[in-house]
């Protein structure tokens, strides 16, 4: 039985951590060192991190408007139409509903005004 020595860096070898999060897995542009050895910071190209942020939210199932602002707003709304300006109680499950379908058609309009823009001619 061979017993082999454990394999090391070298000591000159960076210490680097690979990245996480979602933007990960980009390729950066690397610029050349400039004088005095100092290196320019990676930069992403023009719309690279706009795709990134929609395929985020497009893999993500969560709701994009927080829970209490949207509570606030429905009651505020309520507030305004209910008569003698009295204070409606709301059930967890109900709140949770409208917001469900106030995200998806909100979704669905802006998704559906921008295939329009891209599709229209322009003169």
């Given at each position: 039985?061979l017993?082999?020595p454990a394999?090391?860096?070298?000591?000159?070898?960076?210490?680097?951590?690979p990245r996480?999060?979602?933007?990960?897995?980009?390729?950066?542009?690397?610029?050349?060192?400039v004088?005095?050895?100092?290196?320019?910071?990676a930069?992403?190209?023009?719309?690279?991190?706009?795709?990134?942020e929609i395929?985020?939210?497009?893999?993500?199932?969560?709701?994009?408007?927080?829970?209490v602002?949207f509570?606030?707003?429905?009651?505020?709304?309520c507030?305004?139409?209910?008569?003698?300006?009295?204070d409606?109680?709301?059930?967890?499950?109900a709140?949770e509903?409208?917001?469900?379908?106030?995200?998806?058609?909100?979704?669905?309009?802006?998704?559906s005004?921008?295939?329009?823009?891209?599709?229209?001619?322009?003169?």
């Amino acid at each position: 039985m061979l017993i082999r020595p454990a394999v090391t860096a070298p000591d000159s070898a960076p210490l680097t951590r690979p990245r996480q999060g979602p933007l990960a897995s980009i390729r950066q542009v690397h610029r050349p060192a400039v004088a005095g050895g100092i290196r320019r910071p990676a930069r992403y190209k023009p719309g690279e991190r706009a795709l990134l942020e929609i395929r985020k939210y497009q893999r993500g199932c969560d709701l994009l408007i927080p829970r209490v602002s949207f509570g606030r707003l429905v009651r505020e709304i309520c507030g305004q139409v209910a008569a003698n300006g009295e204070d409606l109680a709301w059930e967890a499950a109900a709140m949770e509903a409208l917001h469900y379908v106030a995200e998806t058609h909100i979704t669905c309009v802006l998704s559906s005004k921008s295939n329009r823009s891209l599709t229209l001619p322009t003169y």
